[in-house]
């Protein structure tokens, strides 16, 4: 199994990020994407995974939440950052209109920024998107229309699944495909997402499977947890967990460039 989304700086991890890593390879992961959503967050990233450069890797990028920080000079930061072969993709960045914690003119600079840089780069793209779908695909087909793209932690329905998959994005999947409260679009997009487009991720520390024996005991997701999300994946699509894990780590090494 393959986590693509882990969030190593997270203060929940603070004591001793590294040891998270170690917890997920003993559970059986045989690689992971640890994830920059801000310098301090991409620099952590980039020196943990040079501790094991054969099963990890990271991304440099400045979350949407945090867009009302990025400035030309911390882009050509990233830009010197993702030229080390550790860094496999931008992001992670994007839209994020749930909050809108940076304004909508602030997220739109930084997500083309980083849209550019990626293209100039040839780098994947490792994005973000909550409640601005329209917007995100437009700045996309303008922006980067042929750059290889991860859509991470996919929670729409099957119109904007449709919308990524007539691009030829790969889409990852999170624990909320296991959260009753809130998982009937993605429940009824799922089973039209193709195995050769799918990648798994715990998104950790966040979106812990509720599908967890005494989940509500665990007080941060790891990639240790990763299985519980292929299950509910198996349960909702039926397809066999042998074969979710299989195809997802195979697009996982492809898009990261193993």
Request: proline letters at 6%.
């Amino acid at each position: 199994m393959f986590d693509a989304c882990v969030n190593l700086h997270s203060e929940q991890f603070s004591t001793n990020p590294w040891s998270v890593v170690e917890r997920g390879f003993e559970a059986g992961l045989t690689g992971m994407g640890l994830t920059g959503s801000c310098l301090e967050s991409s620099q952590l990233a980039i020196r943990l995974a040079l501790q094991d450069p054969s099963r990890l890797c990271a991304t440099v990028g400045l979350h949407p939440h945090s867009a009302k920080y990025c400035t030309e000079e911390l882009i050509d930061t990233f830009r010197e950052m993702a030229r080390q072969p550790i860094v496999r993709a931008i992001g992670e960045c994007g839209l994020d209109h749930f909050r809108n914690i940076s304004t909508p003119e602030e997220q739109r600079q930084c997500f083309i920024a980083h849209l550019t840089l990626a293209t100039d780069l040839q780098k994947p793209l490792f994005l973000h998107q909550r409640d601005a779908f329209d917007e995100f695909i437009d700045i996309m087909d303008n922006h980067a229309p042929d750059v290889p793209t991860l859509v991470h932690c996919f929670t729409d329905g099957l119109a904007e699944l449709t919308a990524l998959l007539d691009r030829r994005y790969f889409v990852g999947i999170t624990g909320w495909i296991a959260d009753t409260r809130r998982n009937q679009d993605l429940l009824e997009a799922i089973p039209h997402l193709p195995l050769d487009r799918m990648l798994i991720e715990t998104d950790a520390p966040w979106l812990t499977p509720r599908n967890i024996p005494k989940f509500r005991k665990i007080k941060a997701n790891e990639p240790k947890y990763l299985s519980y999300v292929v299950e509910a994946i198996s349960q909702a699509t039926g397809h066999p967990v042998e074969d979710i894990i299989k195809h997802s780590t195979q697009n996982a090494r492809h898009f990261f460039g193993w």
